[in-house]
C-alpha cells in the first residue's frame, strides 16, 4: 500500500525564514564589514539584540582578536579578489565574554547598486572539538616519531660505539698473546744459554783461563739481552698503559754522552766498527740515561739488519735550533711496506739472526723516547744511501711531556 | 631553481622607472591586481610572491633563513638585481614595507624610493608606543591560523559558492587565492608581527611615501603618523578605506597618491 505524498507547504514568509533559520546569517556593506542586517539566529549565538548591531558593528567585530587580524590579511582581501569564501573556521564572541567556534561561508553581491557581503554562520562546537582532536593527536604523533628517530640514531651510535670497543679489545687480546709468544720465545734463548754456561763451569773443572773467560762473557751477553728485553716490556707497558714514558732532560753535552755510549756498544759489538761523527757543540736538553737507551737501540738495529762486519755510523749534530742524531747502516733496505709501520711495536725484519732478536719493541720504544723530548724519529732507506733513523731533539728541550 | 621560479617573478611593461610591488603577510602577488597592469602602461613593472606564499617554490623555504625580515629582504635585493632596470621604486604592502626598509638600509643604491602600504614598523604596544596590539592578540591570531588548516584547505575549492554576479572571476577561481602552507603561514605570522624596526626607520633617507587607511586594524593612523614623525624623508598620505588592503579595496585613491608621489620624485 503506497503512502499518500507529503502535501507541499506553502512558500515561507521570507523574514520569518531568515530569522528562524538554524543559521546565522548577516548582511554586510561590502568592504568594510559593517553589518546591515542580522538574523535571530546569530543574535542569540552572540547574545545581543539586532539593534545594538545593524548600522553601528562591524561583523569582524564579533571576532576575536586573531579571527579579526586573520579577516584583514585573509578574508577580505579574497573576498575583494574572489568574490566569494567557504568553510572558514573563526571564534566568534558572545556578550558575556565566552567563546565559540563557527564555520563561515561569504559570498560578495551587488544590490541596488552597491556591493554587499552575504554571509552565513554555522556553529562548529563538536566539529571543532574533533578538529583539535585529531591536531592533538598529529602533534603526539610527529612528536613520537621524532622520539623514535632520535632513540634510533642514538641506538646506531651506541650500536657502532661497543663495536668500536669490541674491536679495540679484540685487538688488545691479540697484541697480548703475540707479546707473550714473542717473550718467552725470545727470553729462553739468553736463558738458555746463561743455564748453559753456570753448569759448564759448575760441573767442567778443566777449563782453560781462555775458555772460562769466553763462556762468561757470552753469559753476560746473554744477561744483558734478557735485561734490554725487560727492559723494554717495562717501557712498553709504561707508554701504553701508564700514560707515556717519562724523561727528566737537563743540559747535558750531547756529544759526550753518545761518544759514552758508542764506547760501550764497541765492546757488545766487537765484529763491527762503530764510528761517531759530530758536528757543532754546546749542551742540549736531554735525558742522558735515555739517549744512551735510544742509542743503543739503534745501533742494534743498525748491526742486526745491516751488512754483516760493516760500519755504523753514529752522527750527532748540536745547534742553537736543536740537536739531532743520526745512525747509518749500509745493506739491503727496508722494505715500502715495512718502512710505514716499522715504528709501531711488534714489527721485525725477517733477516733478524736469531741471536740478536728482541722484542720487537726497540724502534717504537725510541719513538716514544723522542717524543717525551718533544722531539720526532725518522727513518730513510734505500739500496744506494742504506738506512738511516734519525731523531730531531728540540732547542732547549723543553717537552710538553717531560714531567 | 632560478630566482623566476623561486619567487614566480612575473614581469610587464616598460618604462624609464622600475616598480616592484611585494604582498603582504596573508596574500600573494594577486594583490597587485588592480594596479599592477595601470602601471605596467608606463613603467616596468615586477610582482612576485614571497618564498613561502602564492605559487612561490615551497621547496626553498627555509625556517631560519626566513624566521626574520632580513631573510626576505636578501631575496628582494637579489630580484631588484636581476629583474630591474634604471632607477627603481619598491612598492611594498604590509610586512614587506619593513623588507623594503631593511633591502634599502643594506644597499641605499639599489632602492631609489619606496612606497609604504599599511606599514608597521611594531604591531605589539610597547609602552608609550602604540602598535594596536598585544602579545596574546598575536598568539589569538597564531591560534586562529591553525585551526583553519582544515577549513583553510576547502577554502581552496570555492566552486560551491561560485561568483555568479562577477563571471569575469570564474576563470580566476579554478585557482586558489592566497593559498599558505599553514605551518609556513604561522611561522610567516611570528616573524611579520613580532618584528621591531623602529630603530631602523630614521636610518632610510631614500624618499618615501606611508600610504595609510583612515580605518585599518593592523595598521592604525597612529602607526602611520608615528613614522611619519620618525622619518627624514617620508610623505604621509591618508586614504578613505576600512581594512588593511587599499590598493585592493580603494584602488583609485591608492593609485592617486601613489601618481603624486611618482611624479614630485625626479629619478
Known amino acids: 500500500m503506497a503512502e499518500q505524498p507529503p502535501s507541499p507547504l506553502p512558500a515561507p514568509e521570507p523574514a520569518q525564514l531568515f530569522d528562524e533559520v538554524p543559521c546565522g546569517l548577516a548582511v554586510t556593506q561590502a568592504p568594510s564589514g559593517l553589518i546591515l542586517r542580522v538574523n535571530q539566529t546569530l543574535c542569540g549565538w552572540v547574545g545581543r539584540p539586532a539593534a545594538s548591531l545593524v548600522g553601528t558593528q562591524k561583523l569582524q567585530d564579533l571576532l576575536t582578536m586573531g579571527g579579526r587580524i586573520f579577516h584583514h590579511t585573509h578574508l577580505q582581501p579574497m573576498l575583494d579578489m574572489q568574490g566569494s569564501l567557504s568553510e572558514v573556521k573563526l571564534d566568534m564572541r558572545h556578550a558575556d565574554g565566552h567563546r565559540f567556534p563557527v564555520m563561515l561561508n561569504a559570498i560578495r553581491r551587488q544590490h541596488e547598486g552597491r556591493a554587499i557581503d552575504v554571509v552565513s554562520i554555522t556553529m562548529a562546537e563538536e566539529r571543532n572539538q574533533y578538529e583539535r582532536e585529531l591536531l592533538l593527536a598529529r602533534q603526539r604523533a610527529d612528536e613520537l616519531l621524532l622520539k623514535e628517530r632520535e632513540a634510533q640514531d642514538a641506538l646506531r ?41 753456570t753448569s759448564m763451569l759448575s760441573s767442567e773443572r778443566t777449563l782453560a783461563e781462555e775458555q772460562r773467560r769466553r763462556l762468561v762473557g757470552n753469559m753476560m751477553g746473554a744477561a744483558r739481552r734478557a735485561q734490554r728485553m725487560i727492559t723494554e716490556l717495562l717501557d712498553f707497558t709504561v707508554e701504553r698503559v701508564g700514560g707515556g714514558l717519562r724523561v727528566e732532560p737537563r743540559a ?25 761523527e759530530k758536528a757543532g757543540h754546546g749542551d742540549a736538553g736531554a735525558d742522558p740515561d735515555r739517549i744512551v737507551q735510544m742509542v743503543g737501540n739503534l745501533v742494534a738495529n743498525a748491526v742486526t739488519y745491516g751488512v754483516p762486519a760493516g760500519v755504523v755510523t753514529v752522527a750527532t749534530s748540536v745547534g742553537p735550533q736543536g740537536a739531532s742524531i743520526s ?15 716499522i715504528f709501531e711495536p711488534m714489527v721485525r ?31 730513510m732507506s734505500s739500496q744506494e744511501h742504506g738506512t738511516t733513523f734519525r731523531i730531531d731533539l728540540p732547542s732547549g728541550g723543553d717537552p710538553t711531556k717531560a714531567s | 631553481m632560478t630566482l623566476r621560479e623561486r619567487n614566480n617573478v612575473q614581469v610587464q611593461g616598460s618604462g624609464p622607472l622600475t616598480l616592484v610591488f611585494a604582498h603582504g603577510f596573508g596574500c600573494d602577488q594577486s594583490m597587485w591586481r588592480f594596479l599592477a597592469p595601470r602601471y605596467a602602461e608606463s613603467h616596468r613593472v615586477v610582482t612576485f610572491d614571497l618564498v613561502g606564499c602564492g605559487m612561490s617554490d615551497l621547496s626553498a623555504y627555509e625556517p631560519a633563513k626566513y624566521a ?10 637579489e630580484l631588484v638585481d636581476e629583474f630591474a632596470q634604471g632607477p627603481t621604486v619598491f612598492v611594498g604592502h604590509s610586512v614587506s614595507a619593513m623588507i623594503g626598509l631593511l633591502a ?16 608597521s614598523p611594531c604591531y605589539v604596544n610597547d609602552s608609550d608606543y602604540i602598535g594596536g596590539f598585544e602579545r596574546e592578540d598575536i598568539d589569538s591570531l597564531l591560534d ?5 588548516y582544515l577549513g583553510w584547505a576547502s577554502s581552496m575549492a570555492p566552486a560551491i559558492m561560485g561568483a555568479p554576479d562577477r563571471p569575469e572571476l570564474g576563470q580566476e577561481l579554478a585557482r586558489s587565492f592566497c593559498r599558505t602552507d599553514p605551518e609556513i603561514a604561522k611561522r610567516f605570522a611570528r616573524a611579520t608581527f613580532l618584528s621591531d624596526h623602529r630603530r631602523d626607520l630614521p636610518r632610510l633617507t631614500a624618499p618615501t611615501l606611508i600610504l595609510q587607511s583612515d580605518e585599518d586594524l593592523i595598521a592604525p593612523v597612529a602607526v602611520g603618523e608615528y613614522m611619519h614623525r620618525v622619518m627624514p624623508n617620508a610623505t604621509l598620505r591618508v586614504v578613505r ?14 593609485a592617486d597618491a601613489i601618481d603624486e608621489f611618482l611624479a614630485a620624485f625626479a629619478p
Open chain 1, 157 to 197: 651510535i651506541a650500536q657502532s660505539e661497543a663495536s668500536r670497543l669490541k674491536e679495540a679489545a679484540e685487538d688488545r687480546a691479540n697484541f697480548a698473546e703475540q707479546m707473550i709468544g714473542i717473550v718467552s720465545h725470545d727470553l729462553r734463548n739468553p736463558l738458555h744459554a746463561i743455564l748453559m754456561g
Open chain 1, 252 to 276: 747535558v753535552d750531547l756529544q759526550a754522552v753518545v761518544d759514552g755510549a758508542v764506547d760501550e756498544l764497541a765492546l757488545s759489538f766487537p765484529h763491527h766498527r762503530i764510528r761517531h
Open chain 1, 327 to 341: 745512525v747509518h747502516n749500509d745493506g739491503a733496505p727496508i722494505p715500502p711496506q715495512l718502512l710505514e709501520r
Open chain 1, 349 to 379: 725484519g725477517a733477516q733478524a739472526a736469531a741471536a740478536a732478536r728482541n722484542v720487537g719493541l726497540g724502534l717504537f720504544i725510541v719513538r716514544a723516547i723522542a717524543q717525551a723530548h718533544g722531539g720526532s724519529v725518522s727513518v
Open chain 2, 68 to 77: 626574520s625580515l632580513s631573510g626576505y629582504a636578501s631575496d628582494v635585493l
Open chain 2, 104 to 119: 634599502g638600509l643594506q644597499r641605499p643604491e639599489a632602492l631609489h624610493a619606496h612606497v609604504m602600504i599599511g606599514p
Open chain 2, 144 to 148: 586562529t591560523l591553525e585551526s583553519n
Open chain 2, 241 to 254: 578605506n576600512v581594512g588593511h588592503c587599499p590598493h585592493l579595496s580603494a584602488p583609485g585613491a591608492s
